[in-house]
């Protein structure tokens, strides 16, 4: 979720974006392979890579090896940015490509194909920033380091199996709460209350102004303001909101 990408101007010949020696020759490689259109849309993937920021993400949630995270799945991209610090992810999407799609990438990345890793899901030019961000070479040394915390399921996160029934630390939803035009209902939202620890965190991509939470979510989620102000500062597509449970 968070959006796809599509064509038009490419990101990485028409905006400057400062980067290392080592990320910039990564950087060309994936571009090439992206511009030489030797790859196409995987069938049935909705989104091949996500237009919100990764910075914004990581910097808000903060996570550490002794978090774990429910996560939206998408692309794979937030999964696998949420878990170099050694948190535990389980990353959730209810479309089946999607899951295969991010798997494969996390194989790619337990092979050490770097570049393979980033241009398959960059079919399209996308956002420079987030590419930049994984095209690091320190960040892409702890992404395969912990690549096996990461665990793919194939679910409705408003709907949780049994098997993903435990507490977590911190959610990100992204924008899966107004996908499609979609509210989720009361109890779904409940739901994934009960499953944050008190003190966690959830991450929205979306401002929640207008959304109207029942009482017993407006009893246990509180705005931390701090943490909306450090994600919408690098955020430059969306409106992030972060909540903590209390």
């Keep these: 979720m968070g959006g796809g990408t599509g064509t038009g101007k490419s990101y990485y010949r028409d905006h400057e974006v400062p980067m290392d020696a080592s990320t910039l020759k990564i950087f060309h490689h994936v571009n090439n392979r992206v511009s030489e259109r030797l790859l196409t849309w995987p069938k049935g993937v909705d989104f091949i890579t996500t237009n919100e920021s990764l910075e914004s993400i990581v910097n808000a949630l903060e996570p550490t ?31 089946k ?37 994984l095209a690091n070479e320190e960040r892409w040394r702890r992404i395969r380091a912990n690549i096996n915390k990461i665990s793919f399921h194939h679910a409705d996160i ?21 996908y499609s035009g979609r509210t989720p209902k ?10 944050l620890q008190p003190n966690g965190l959830l991450y929205l991509a979306v401002k929640t102004d207008h959304i109207e939470f029942s009482a017993y979510a407006r009893e246990r989620l509180r705005v931390d303001v701090s943490l909306t102000y450090d994600a919408r500062r690098t955020e430059k597509t969306w409106t992030p909101s972060v909540y903590r449970r209390v």
């Design 65 to 95: 090896a002794e978090d774990t995270v429910l996560a939206i799945c998408g692309c794979g991209d937030q999964p696998f940015a949420l878990a170099q610090t050694g948190a535990r992810v389980h990353a959730v999407d209810y479309k």
């Design 97 to 133: 490509e999607q899951i295969a799609y991010a798997k494969r990438r996390a194989r790619l990345a337990e092979l050490g194909r770097h570049v393979d890793f980033l241009s398959v899901s960059r079919s399209a030019p996308g956002d420079a920033n987030n590419l930049r961000y």
């Design 158 to 178: 408003f709907k949780l199996p049994r098997s993903l029934h435990r507490t977590y630390t911190k959610i990100y939803l992204s924008n899966a709460i107004t």
């Design 186 to 195: 009361d109890r779904e939202i409940e739901q994934l209350i009960r499953v």
